[in-house]
């Protein structure tokens, strides 16, 4: 078991929602915390913030899906991932039941400047096996920057029900992150997945620090 699982083996929900700055860096391994000002902008922007989200619980289920037909010979790897493409349609019907409850739309699906962005430094030559890593890092790395969102908003938001709602769903986040981290020390060096962590998450700081600071995106 990974050191990084076993730390969120020990602490609890409680524990995950009082996570503070020094936290994220320390437990999520993110090297930018989320502007505060994010909030207020997706609290104005309910009814987008919740489109959005939708397509990314969506996108998470096709993302294990590609990973499970891609790589079916990684036996360990296939069983743990199945049950998260049911687990994230259920999320997204979960927040299609939301923006119902609320009288609001289901928009158009956007853009993922954020995403498209880490797709940019993934390795696309190579060892088969470190083009596999990085499809597993990157899994990991948005779940944890979900996983942060999710903590802001049951935080920030002042509707007591939304504050609920994305707790439940940091909640679930925490725990991905930890299994593609899992993952991929059960299949490579951890020496080799720790280092390339590290560039991932340096590389990200750089992608959220230059991205506009917008209500309307999870990401």
């Known amino acids: 078991m990974s050191e990084i699982k076993l730390v969120f083996g020990i602490l609890n929900s409680t524990f995950i929602a009082h996570m503070n700055d020094n936290d994220v860096k320390n437990i999520l391994g993110l090297k930018l915390p989320t502007d505060p000002r994010w909030v207020n902008l997706a609290e104005i922007s309910l009814e987008e913030i919740l489109t959005d989200h939708a397509f990314c619980e969506q996108k998470a289920a096709t993302t294990c ?11 360990k790897m296939v069983d743990e991932v199945a049950p998260i493409v049911t687990e994230e349609w259920g999320h997204f019907r979960q927040v299609l039941a939301e923006l119902k409850r609320r009288g609001l739309k289901l928009g158009k699906q956007r853009k993922d400047e954020y995403v498209n962005k880490l797709f940019e430094f993934e390795k696309k030559g190579g060892h088969p096996e470190d083009r596999f890593l990085d499809k597993l890092l990157i899994s990991a790395l948005i779940e944890a920057r979900s996983c942060e969102r999710f903590k802001r908003l049951s935080e920030g938001l002042e509707d007591e029900y939304m504050r609920t709602f994305y707790r439940k769903f940091m909640e679930s986040e925490a ?37 506009e600071i917008r209500g309307d995106r999870v990401h």
């Not at 899906?65 to 036996?75: D, F």
Request: no cysteine.
């Open 175 to 211: 725990g991905h992150y930890t299994l593609f981290i899992d993952l991929a020390e059960h299949y490579l060096p951890k020496e080799k997945v720790r280092a390339r962590w590290q560039e991932w998450l340096h590389y990200e700081a750089d992608i959220i620090s230059a991205l």
């Open 65 to 75: 899906i590609s990973l499970i037909q891609k790589y079916p010979g990684y036996e």
